[in-house]
């Protein structure tokens, strides 16, 4: 008897995908593995099949049994046809945008989208000929009609918004968006496949910056763009006419990160609730910005549309706290880095710097945690001297 490939289906539970998707050790001598290729020119047996495109890869760039491992793996987690991997979660967010859109339409995005991802629609677009439509996350599907034009063709959510951490609506501006002829795209990396499910929620595509917990060790750089039929189809041409493609050790490293992601997600969540449930009971902490505690007023659309919690979140200082006083907590945290990315292993401290025109967040210091691996007792006695510093500092 022969033991054949892994019979992963749409029904298989997402625990069980990210450890046997594409792992098909007899396709490659049972390597347990898959074999990282590095290659750009992929020999023809002889110059017919060459000028017939015979064979199943064709070239480097436009994939190898590598990369394709890696972008089958994501689709199949989002149960969804097609998966592009790209080199940056920004430039997932570029490509799903312009290879749905052309000169003279519009597209809605919330006022809460990813900053960089922000700047990418603000400057390239309109030199694209592309218009914009900014509106406020927390809008209701009534609200949002009046922001729909002819011309609109995509409609972008990122629920919950980046630092600031809106919860958005999905079902009903989904619909909303569907009944106006457009795609709905959703910014999907903070909850990933395992938290969120993209085609019970009826999106068009979806976006992940496979820099965060996919990868999970702060050492890739990667993005994916998911989506099914015909708007898979497009994504893939525009990706191909357009050179992008990722290195092979990112993409092994990728799928690496992917085998223990559920695992990571589920020690990120725990220690992320125990340190926000923690700060939300220090008289310096004016708000909580955790879509999971109780108090966040969207608290009921998480409940209802997400099966779990990232451990990424924010939260905002009294304003008449010094920001010296805030940096002698900050600056001198054992077990926190202070950088920017998250859904890596260590955890993080950073301070969002953000833009909104309309924003539901009090004055003061908003910083943002992202909790990884660590014992959450230690992070929460990081924590607790470094509040106590603060509250030196303050006197
Ligand atoms: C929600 C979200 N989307 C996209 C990105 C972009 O990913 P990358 O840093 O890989 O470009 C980030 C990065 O922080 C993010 O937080």
Redesign the pocket.
């Known amino acids: 008897m022969t033991k054949t490939s892994k019979k992963i289906s749409p029904a298989t539970k997402p625990d069980t995908k990210v450890v046997h998707a594409s792992v098909n050790p007899l396709e490659h001598e049972g390597m347990a593995n898959i074999p990282v290729y590095h290659t750009s020119t992929i020999m023809k047996p002889n110059l017919d099949d060459y000028r017939q495109g015979r064979g199943k890869y064709d070239y480097g760039r436009k994939g190898t049994p590598t990369s394709q491992a890696t972008e089958e793996a994501v689709a199949s987690l989002y149960k969804m046809d097609d998966c592009v991997a790209t080199p ?4 997932a ?1 570029c490509l799903a945008i312009s290879s749905v859109l052309k000169s003279g339409d519009h597209a809605l995005f919330p006022d809460s989208m ?1 900053g ?2 922000r700047r990418f629609i603000d400057n390239v677009l309109p030199q694209m000929g592309i218009s914009v439509g900014i509106y406020e996350p927390s809008i209701t599907a009534d609200e949002l009609t009046a922001h729909f034009q002819d011309n609109t063709r995509l409609f972008y959510l ?1 629920s919950p918004g ?1 630092l600031t951490f809106e919860m958005q609506d999905i079902p009903a501006l989904t619909t909303c968006a569907h009944d106006h002829q457009c795609l709905v795209a959703i ?1 999907n ?2 909850a990933t496949a395992m938290y969120f499910d993209a085609v019970k929620h009826d999106m068009d595509i979806v976006i992940e ?1 496979g ?2 917990y996919i990868s999970g060790h702060s050492d890739v ?3 994916f763009v998911i989506s099914s039929g015909n708007t898979a189809h497009t994504i893939r041409q525009y990706a191909q006419n357009t050179g992008i493609c990722v290195a092979p050790d990112e993409h092994y490293l990728a799928m690496r990160g992917m085998r223990t992601m559920a695992l990571r997600l589920r020690q990120s969540e725990e220690n992320g609730l125990a340190l926000a449930t923690w700060l939300e009971q220090q008289p310096e902490v004016i708000q909580m910005l955790h879509p999971a505690l109780p108090s966040h007023p969207g608290h009921h659309h998480w409940q209802r549309d997400f099966s779990g919690s990232s451990g990424l979140f924010g939260f905002v200082i009294d304003p008449n706290i010094p920001i010296m006083a805030i940096d002698s907590m900050a600056d001198n945290l054992d077990w926190f880095g202070i950088g ?3 859904g890596g292993h260590e955890s993080l401290i950073s301070q969002g710097r953000f833009k909104r025109t309309v924003s539901s967040i009090p004055d003061g210091t908003l910083l943002r945690i992202y909790a990884g691996l660590e014992d959450k007792d230690d992070l929460i006695a990081d924590l607790q001297a470094g509040f106590q510093r603060m509250r030196g500092a303050n006197t």
Request: proline share 0%; net charge negative.
């Open positions: 940056s979660g920004l430039s967010i990813y960089s991802g990122e980046s910014d990396t903070w910056a820099t965060k750089s990667m993005g920017a990315s998250w």
